[in-house]
Nanobody
Framework: HLQLVESGGGLVQPGGSLRLSCAAS????????IGWFRQAPGKEREGVSI????????DYADSVKGRLTISIDNAKNTLYLGMNSLKPEDAAVYYC???????????????WGQGTQVTVSS
């Protein structure tokens, strides 16, 4: 079972930056991919970025390409999401998760953290 704890969210102005972290514990060796999803009020949970545990495979949603950067530190069992040039539409609760396939479909994943709130507002 995978345990995940997200942190780093907060209030930022449009154009600002944040760095999210996700600390993973438990049976991390059973998961080939780990990534970030987000969910805004009234919307479905959507994929933001996925990375393989090796760091070789990375995928981003089109809406965040060039602005968000995913990275992983296997020594610390920690996943990161660097967020730059934030827009109001990036506001959501951000969750990390792990799975066997590197796909941007929330239904594929079973283990979720509690999420961290990102608010983008002036």
């Amino acid at each position: 079972h995978l345990q995940l704890v997200e942190s780093g969210g907060g209030l930022v102005q449009p154009g600002g930056s944040l760095r999210l972290s996700c600390a993973a514990s438990g049976t991390t060796s059973n998961y080939a991919y780990i990534g970030w999803f987000r969910q805004a009020p009234g919307k479905e949970r959507e994929g933001v970025s996925i990375i393989s545990m090796s760091g070789v495979y990375i995928d981003y949603a089109d809406s965040v390409k060039g602005r968000l950067t995913i990275s992983i530190d296997n020594a610390k069992n920690t996943l990161y999401l660097g967020m730059n040039s934030l827009k109001p539409e990036d506001a959501a609760v951000y969750y990390c998760t792990g799975g066997l396939l590197g796909i941007m479909d929330a239904q594929h994943y079973r283990s979720w953290g509690q999420g961290t709130q990102v608010t983008v507002s002036s």
